[in-house]
Nanobody, 117 residues
Framework: QVQLVESGGGLVQAGGSLRLSCAAS????????MGWYRQAPGKQRELVAT???????NYLDSVKGRFTISRDNAKNTVYLQMNSLKPEDTAVYIC???????????WGQGTQVTVSS
């Protein structure tokens, strides 16, 4: 049973920073990719950033240059460093992991990020 546990959300003023963490139960190298999604009230869930097993990175256009996804394999943890936060970044941020081998898509519970203007 794969568990993904997010932490690091909170309330921050515009221009501030937060670092989100997603701790997985077991090695994260078994996943083909991990990423962060976000969902704001009344909006569809959107993909914010991904990191593949081979280290390839991808970002939503609106966060490029401000957000950085990274991982620590020894800690089985993926991070999302968020700088220069804007009120429109306010959402629940949800960790995701994909394992093509078993055709599974895993989700965390999410962590709230609120950016005040």
């Amino acid at each position: 049973q794969v568990q993904l546990v997010e932490s690091g959300g909170g309330l921050v003023q515009a221009g501030g920073s937060l670092r989100l963490s997603c701790a997985a139960s077991g090695s994260i190298l078994r996943f083909n990719a991990m990423g962060w999604y976000r969902q704001a009230p009344g909006k569809q869930r959107e993909l914010v950033a991904t990191i593949t097993r081979d280290g390839s990175l991808n970002y939503l256009d609106s966060v490029k240059g401000r957000f950085t996804i990274s991982r620590d394999n020894a800690k089985n943890t993926v991070y999302l460093q968020m700088n220069s936060l804007k009120p429109e970044d306010t959402a629940v941020y949800i960790c995701n992991a994909v394992d093509f081998g078993v055709r599974m898509n895993y989700w965390g519970q999410g962590t709230q990020v609120t950016v005040s203007s």
